[in-house]
């Protein structure tokens, strides 16, 4: 059996992932001699190191032996210090090494060290170590592939045309409600209520709602459209109360409530510009503003209505209020004079009596007994005991 091969690579993008600590990593499209297609994560210093290795397997085309034989291309050694230029700098690198990677004479460009590196390794979830943990943060993920309800037709060169019934792979989940997906040899944004997922109707990551809200500053005006939408504009406060993949958060102004474009808010005291909105794209559309979606699932999707979102609102609130009302417990004194009906001072008695703070009433012995050291409960035996003879 013919051995598979590396016959295309292709540099397409720096991700920055956050765990276990930051760190960035390229994401590269593998394409085998067997037609084909996958997606891999590595790390500089992975593809450095593997460039070690590889002038080490070949010497003579590394040029070691003489220089004017070297055919294998240089990749300059990852700096202490990364910087924003040195990455993209560094992309530029990276993406002329695969290309000529590839077109290396066969007994290097299909070599097995070679195919090895670039091969999907499947992430396994038990973790014996930090290094093997960071290693499979790198490594390459499988994409979740989902189905297209609609046909969409693109309205710029960022944006992807796909039809009714097509699954596309999903490479990026953005916050703003437009995912890039690649569909084939073909990439770019859809919109994420085009897309549903193959084993159900509802998106299994969408956030449950939070009543507490999260503070945002609307930094561009928009005009509700929809009943359960709510406008608008620009500098208005308002808080998050249920973050939508869709792109359409549920927020809450006053006692209103209704969908607003994620795109268009920004947290508060968040000075930076909101990043969100890559390409500067407009709102997606609406699911239920789609014409002719066609679902494989007979449940249609689970949504709360925005009575059921203000009702919620409203009880949270409440019981909040409630909570930072009440008084602090008291103390077992207290709670002993109460119980022996002595009456509690009223605000103007406590200001008049300022001056000679009041003699706390004397415990009695049960009291004693039950909430005081050993050394006092032996020494009120004792004269419970004197006092009885």
Avoid at 75 to 92: F, G, M, T
Avoid at 315 to 322: A, G, S, W
Avoid at 331 to 355: A, F
Wanted: aromatic fraction near 8%.
């Amino acid at each position: 059996m013919e051995q598979i091969y590396v016959r295309y690579l292709e540099l397409l993008g720096l991700e920055k992932r956050f765990f276990p600590t930051k760190h960035y990593v390229y994401l590269l499209m593998v394409k085998w001699s067997d037609l084909t297609e996958k997606l891999v994560y590595r790390t500089y210093p992975e593809m450095h190191t593997f460039h070690k290795s590889l002038k080490e397997m070949f010497p003579i085309e590394a040029g070691e032996i003489e220089k004017r034989d070297r055919i294998i291309p240089s990749l300059p050694a990852p700096r202490w210090v990364d910087s924003q230029k040195s990455r993209e700098n560094r992309k530029s690198t990276l993406s002329d090494y695969c290309h000529a990677l590839v077109q290396l004479p066969p007994h290097i460009s299909r070599c097995k060290l070679l195919s090895d590196f670039f091969r999907v390794r499947l992430r396994s979830r038990d973790f014996s170590s930090k290094k093997q943990e960071r290693s499979m943060i790198s490594a390459p993920i499988l994409l979740d592939t989902y189905r297209v309800i609609a046909d969409f037709q693109k309205t710029s060169k960022h944006e992807l045309s796909v039809s009714d019934d097509d699954l596309v792979e999903i490479v990026e989940k953005n916050p703003n409600g437009w995912w890039f997906c690649q569909s084939g040899s073909n990439r770019g944004w859809i919109p994420a209520s085009y897309l549903e997922p193959l084993d159900g109707p509802d998106e299994a990551e969408d956030a449950e709602p939070d009543y507490e809200g999260e503070p945002h500053i609307s930094v561009q005006a928009y005009r509700a459209e929809q009943d359960d939408e709510i406008s608008l504009e620009v500098g208005e406060t308002v808080s998050v109360i249920h973050k939508l993949l869709d792109g359409w958060w549920v927020v809450r102004r006053g006692d209103q409530t209704g969908h607003f474009p994620s795109m268009f808010l920004q947290k508060s005291g968040n000075q930076e510009s909101q990043s969100i909105n890559p390409r500067g794209q407009k709102p997606p559309p609406r699911r239920s503003t789609i014409r002719n979606a066609k679902s494989i699932h007979n449940k249609p999707r689970q949504r709360l209505s925005q009575d059921t979102y203000r009702r919620n609102s409203r009880r949270f609130l409440q019981q909040k209020k409630n909570s930072s009302g009440r008084r602090p417990p008291k103390s077992p004194l207290t709670e002993r004079k109460n119980q022996e009906n002595i009456p509690e001072s009223s605000s103007s008695d406590t200001e008049q009596k300022k001056e000679v703070p009041p003699v706390p009433p004397r415990p009695s012995t049960e009291l004693i007994m039950e909430r005081c050291t050993i050394s006092t409960c032996k020494k009120v035996s004792v004269h419970m005991s004197q006092e009885a003879s």
